[in-house]
């Protein structure tokens, strides 16, 4: 095997294992782990399903595509991107995926192992395993900065940036998954304007383009990148939402601008020609539901929901002491970072079931473990509530990621103010054993 493949890991469904085995003792979990909509009770519309059955119907929808996706379906998002008065596309410049997954795998697999992308960190570990395991050694981040909103630490990106010459470019998650961050256009100029000076190529990952909400709007690359290379990575596995549809596709901007970005562009399409095609069904399906009339009001509607319970949230943890908290502005995240200096190995949460206790001190027994990953294990064991720790984001925060999904509201709330609760008595859990130690 290639060193590489040790890189490869996803914490994200690691943990579901463990949380199955609570599952088999006869509990209800709280899945907080995945961003599937769908896993939480979000309800398809019932014209977004005709349209798909309709489809169902139709032969076409059983064959191959062009290797570079159907071209009405191109030429319609070319279209949506250029109604944003930036960087002008044709259909040529659109190249489909089975979701952005595979697009994110191929991209970085066709870079030298010494070309590196410079991705934020706490990072979404699709794009950071991908990335180490083509260079075949971990990620080269920069900080997203929880003392600051989320927003990057332009500096630590400068100064990598400028003393390794090996990165080719920047990627950008906005809006961000796991921080639930929506960049300001000046954040997003500062990228541009570095990657101007050190002649990078800027990736910005946008599937969350169109989930914002409470004023919130997300800057599209496009907008601020002016004549550099660039692309834009888009999908339907969160919007409509379809991820088990496995479609996602990329938006090459400036084609032209460089001779290697060029070259880039054409060895991805190259890639998807040896496979054939990306999947064509839901291909088919984006026009239709996109200009559906229905699709607007729709997703606004989803968007408020999540702003509803972003506000939740922030009335439930933003007053709880020794946790940094940010408020979520777009995509569907939260990330809640400890105060480092308060967590220690001694602390814990209540877990009065011996099968469940004896499960959460066989998985205590792991080596070296991060902080964070203590708390997520005890939340599990004793909340039942299933979160991802941030050190597993490929970051030295600790903290833990957590969903907005929940679609029914009072669930949400409950599941909150449990985390709340348990967030404080673990905090205070270590005081306590001290205090009985001493009496
Ligand atoms: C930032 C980001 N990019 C890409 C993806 C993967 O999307 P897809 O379902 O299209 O593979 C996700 C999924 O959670 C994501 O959060």
């Known amino acids: 095997m290639r060193p590489g493949a040790e890189e490869l890991n996803y914490e994200i469904r690691g943990i579901v294992k463990k949380a199955r085995m609570i599952e088999q003792l006869g509990y209800d979990i709280t899945w907080e782990n995945i961003g599937d ?41 070319a279209e ?17 995926f089975n979701g952005l997954g595979d697009a994110i795998a191929k991209l970085y697999q066709f870079l030298i192992p010494t070309a590196r992308i410079i ?34 630490d332009m500096d630590d990106l400068y100064n990598k940036v400028k003393y390794n010459p090996g990165i080719v470019g920047i990627l950008i998650i906005n809006p961000d998954n796991p921080t639930g961050m929506v960049y300001p256009k000046e954040v997003l100029e500062r990228f541009v304007s570095i990657a101007r000076e050190f002649n990078l190529l800027l990736i910005a990952d946008e599937i969350y383009q169109n989930i914002t909400y409470n004023g919130y709007e997300a800057i599209a690359l496009s907008e ?3 004549d550099l290379p660039g692309i834009s990575m888009k999908g339907i596995s969160k919007e409509f939402p379809w991820p088990g549809s496995r479609c996602g596709w990329m938006e090459f901007y400036n084609k032209e601008s460089s001779k290697e970005f060029k070259k880039l562009c054409t060895t991805l399409e190259n890639a998807k020609m040896i496979e054939v095609c990306a999947t064509m069904l839901p291909q088919l399906a ?29 009335e439930t943890l933003g007053d709880v002491k020794g946790i940094k908290f940010n408020k979520t502005k777009g995509a569907f995240y939260n990330t809640i970072i400890f105060e480092e ?44 509530i299933c979160v991802v720790p941030v050190s597993s984001f490929c970051s030295d925060l ?10 029914n509201e009072e669930v949400f709330r409950q599941t909150f103010k449990r985390l709340a ?8 859990s270590s005081k306590k054993v001290a205090l009985a130690d001493t009496h």
Do not use: C
Request: proline fraction near 7%.
């Open 398 to 407: 600790r903290g833990f990621r957590v969903t907005l999904l929940e679609e």
């Open 37 to 77: 909509p769908i896993q939480k009770s979000n309800t398809i519309p019932s014209w977004m399903k005709a349209i798909v059955a309709d489809l169902v119907s139709n032969d076409q929808s059983y064959g191959y595509s062009d290797s570079k996706g159907m071209l009405e379906t191109r030429q319609f998002l």
């Open 119 to 152: 991705g934020p960190s706490p990072a979404y570990s699709t794009h950071s395993s991908a990335e180490a395991a083509h260079a075949n050694t971990s990620p080269i981040t920069y900080m997203l900065d929880p003392d600051n909103n989320w927003y990057p």
């Open 80 to 96: 949506i991107n250029n109604r944003r008065k930036g960087v002008q596309i044709t259909a040529d410049d659109i190249l489909f």
């Open 224 to 226: 601020v990148i002016g």
């Open 421 to 428: 609760d348990s967030i404080r008595y673990y905090l205070e």
């Open 341 to 384: 200096s308060l967590l220690n190995a001694d602390q814990h949460l209540p877990v009065d079931d011996p099968k469940v206790r004896a499960l959460l001190d066989n998985w205590l027994q792991e080596k070296e473990m991060p902080h964070d990953k203590r708390f997520v294990y005890n939340l599990l064991a004793s909340e039942k």
């Open 286 to 314: 984006i026009p239709k539901i996109m200009s559906h009339p229905e699709y607007v009001p729709y997703r606004k509607e989803a968007n408020d929901r999540i702003g509803r319970r972003s506000r939740i949230m922030e």
